[in-house]
């Protein structure tokens, strides 16, 4: 059974910085692409950031310079260190898996978390 988790979202003022986690399980991690999407409220979910499985890494255009996507393959794990939030990256975000970069890349993997909350505070 596959099972991407979530970790580290949370309540952060702006300027702040958060680190996201994704542990994955029950997938072949390494020859996954992983990703970061959110979705805030009222809005459609977008791309953050996406990591292929040879370490390419990709950004929504709003998150170059600030967001940095990485991954330990013997960890299982992608990560998501965001600086310099501001309050319109509030939202709840998702983790995402595919063999595919490009279905990663558009509209997202196969495989999702549940998702962690990021608030920031102005």
């Known amino acids: 059974q596959v099972q991407l988790v979530e970790s580290g979202g949370g309540l952060v003022q702006t300027g702040g910085s958060l680190r996201l986690s994704c542990a994955a399980s029950?997938?072949?991690?390494?020859?996954?692409?992983m990703g970061w999407y959110r979705q805030a409220p009222g809005k459609q979910r977008e791309l953050v950031a996406a990591i292929t499985s040879g370490g390419t890494t990709n950004y929504a255009d709003s998150m170059k310079g600030r967001f940095t996507i990485s991954r330990d393959n013997a960890k299982n794990t992608v990560y998501l260190q965001m600086n310099s939030l501001k309050p319109e990256d509030t939202a709840v975000y998702y983790c995402t898996a595919d063999r595919s970069i490009w279905q990663l890349l558009n509209g997202g993997g196969r495989y999702w978390g549940q998702g962690t909350q990021v608030t920031v505070s102005s």
């Open positions: 029950g997938i072949a991690f390494s020859s996954n692409a």
